[in-house]
């Protein structure tokens, strides 16, 4: 299957800081998600973003489906935003999501 | 309200016994999925359904079971030959637009411990 890396794997902010988590993506997909686990383990979606950007408040996301990368920004984060951030991808013409290991973001007040 | 829902939200089994997770979707979504988290490790892929009474295994299926007798069910057996079963189980649904099959949905979860 689809090899998915995300890094960094650690990121630690301080309440205001803007921020960039990176996923990249071993082959094409026809399918990338980018999701938050809160700490009761819900996984909540953030973005469905097969390729092109789009922004949802403070979050953004892009992918470069060509290059094989997605971007996840955090602007002005919050300690509420604390948690694992999971990219997942399903490799064009299958129909499995393939997880990252996840970046693990704490925001200090 | 339409979701998806899972439970218990914690089990306890002891071992060779064989549990059921429960998992139901209001969605009305065509696939649903089974997916396993280990401590500080992304998800994988158990069994997944695309349609009533087909289902295909994942990349961990060995010694688990599943049935999907309706649309909206999706129940999942630990049976005794898994070896460590002990792990955060979730479900997930997604809805079939042309041949693919797209944004996926998760459940809150389930959490079994082996004593």
């Known amino acids: 299957g689809i090899q998915v890396e995300q890094s960094p794997p650690d990121l630690i902010l301080q309440e205001g800081a803007n921020s960039t988590l990176r996923c990249n993506f071993s082959?094409?997909?026809?399918?990338l998600q980018w999701f938050h686990q809160n700490p009761w383990g819900q996984l909540i979606n953030l973005f469905y973003?097969?390729?092109g950007t789009k922004q949802n408040g403070r979050l953004s996301a892009t992918t470069v489906a060509t290059e094989r990368y997605s971007l996840l920004y955090i602007s002005s984060s919050q300690t509420t935003d604390s948690g694992v951030y999971f990219c997942?991808?399903?490799?064009?013409?299958?129909?499995?999501?393939?997880f990252g290991t996840g970046t693990r973001l704490t925001v200090i007040p | 309200d339409g979701g998806i829902t899972q439970s218990p939200k914690y089990l306890f089994r002891k071992e060779g016994q064989n549990v059921t997770l429960s998992c139901e979707q209001n969605?009305?979504?065509?696939?649903m999925y089974w997916y396993r988290q280990d401590p500080g490790q992304g998800l994988r892929l158990i069994y997944y359904?695309?349609?009533?009474?087909?289902?295909q295994k994942g990349d961990i299926a060995e010694g688990y079971s599943v049935s999907r007798e309706k649309k909206e069910s999706f129940p999942l057996t630990v049976t005794s030959a898994q070896k460590n079963p002990t792990a955060f189980y979730l479900c997930?649904?997604?809805?079939?637009?042309?041949?693919?099959?797209?944004?996926?949905?998760f459940g809150p979860g389930t959490r079994l411990t082996v004593l």
């Open positions: 997930a649904s997604s809805i079939k637009s042309g041949r693919a099959f797209n944004e996926q949905f």
């Open positions: 082959d094409s997909v026809n399918n």
């Open positions: 973003i097969p390729s």
């Open positions: 997942a991808a399903t490799q064009t013409g299958a129909n499995n999501l393939f």
């Open positions: 969605l009305n979504h065509d696939a």
């Open positions: 359904s695309q349609i009533v009474n087909d289902f």
